[in-house]
């Protein structure tokens, strides 16, 4: 989903375009699948991109919308359709090396067959050879197949050395690929998937070896005021920005990711509640004492402030019931006058 796109499903304008989507797919009779509604919603949020153009021209050629339309469709113009296709791409090369390497395989096994049975007729030959002229024959026959033999072995080395260096570059991609499908696209910090699984990860290793884990969720104070008072470019600047002061906060092993529209959370293991706190304190400040400028006319923004909530994975705490109280002290900050930390280890028990 391209930042445009997710930007503008997270605005009011965002039920209009529900409203537009459902009425345009009727108009062209097209079912209201899951999978037509996400390329009809990208189609109008960015009329002027390729699959807005794509659909016009469908729709202007009479050419009926059939599931095999739709899936080519999403393949291409959407992003977890493109990411499946390389995907596949990878997995076709994957096989076909994989293929190459199985038969050099063979092939070794076949000369190295057809060399020992050589030796074994060399072997029965000189048992039966009576004199110097049918040794020498024979010992001319051993050297042209160890020739042979080594340069056969060479050429099978050089195909394994190609495939090898081919199955690298596969797995360097495939590794790219699995970063694009973790990465926000628009702040460059870990995504919601990215950040469920590595909190996951973090809550069973803090289980196994009995080691602090704790969680801080951050908020923009105020964001959709400020996006529908600027424009939705401006609110992605001032995502990027704060994006950035939390991921130079965010070095291994702590990790930072964008949970939600407006809404990030960074994982600190190992941490104690006082570091944490500062931490979170130091990343408060610095995102509100920097006043903004809008890019476009350089008109002053004034500062930008988060609001943070933060937990202490308890023993035995699912992953949802950890998240959900750092969720609980987020929204105490929120009550509280918006702009501060609050930790949930500090609210009544009934929060």
Not at 39 to 55: C, F, S, V
């Amino acid at each position: 989903m391209t930042a445009k796109v997710e930007t503008t499903l997270r605005s009011p304008q965002a039920y209009g375009l529900a409203r537009r989507v459902v009425d345009q797919m009727e108009a062209a009779g097209v079912w209201p699948t899951p999978q037509n509604f996400e390329l009809w919603t990208h189609a109008l949020a960015e009329p002027e991109g390729a699959l807005a153009g794509e659909i016009q021209r469908l729709i202007a050629t009479a050419q009926p919308f059939t599931e095999a339309v739709t899936d080519g469709l999403a393949a291409q113009h959407l992003p977890r359709g493109r990411l499946t296709e390389q995907i596949r791409d990878a997995g076709r090369v994957l096989d076909r090396e994989l293929s190459s390497v199985s038969d050099v395989i063979a092939e070794a096994h076949r000369s190295q067959a057809a060399y020992g049975q050589t030796l074994d007729q060399a072997a029965t030959n000189i048992e039966a050879a009576g004199d110097g002229d049918g040794l020498q024959t024979i010992v001319s026959g051993l050297t042209t197949a160890t020739r042979q033999a080594r340069q056969e072995t060479e050429a099978l080395e050089k195909k394994l050395e190609v495939s090898t260096q081919e199955v690298i570059r596969l797995r360097e991609h495939l590794e790219l690929v699995r970063r694009d499908a973790m990465t926000d696209a628009l702040t460059d910090l870990s995504n919601r998937k990215a950040f469920d699984e590595h909190l996951a990860a973090a809550c069973d290793e803090a289980e196994t070896q009995g080691r602090a884990l704790t969680l801080a969720v951050l908020d923009i104070d105020h964001f959709k005021r400020f996006n529908d008072t600027w424009g939705h470019q401006t609110g992605d600047q001032v995502l990027r920005y704060v994006a950035s002061v939390l991921g130079r906060t965010a070095a291994n092993p702590r990790f930072a990711a964008r949970y939600g529209g407006e809404e990030f959370a960074i994982i600190f293991p190992y941490e104690s509640v006082a570091m944490v706190e500062a931490a979170l304190e130091n990343v408060r400040a610095e995102i509100a004492s920097r006043s903004l400028r809008r890019r476009s006319t350089n008109d002053d923004l004034g500062a930008v402030t988060v609001s943070a909530g933060f937990s202490v994975r308890r023993k035995g705490e699912s992953a949802a019931a950890f998240l959900e109280r750092a969720d609980a002290a987020l929204y105490a900050s929120k009550r509280g006058g918006r702009n501060r930390v609050t930790s949930a280890e500090r609210l009544p028990k009934a929060a």
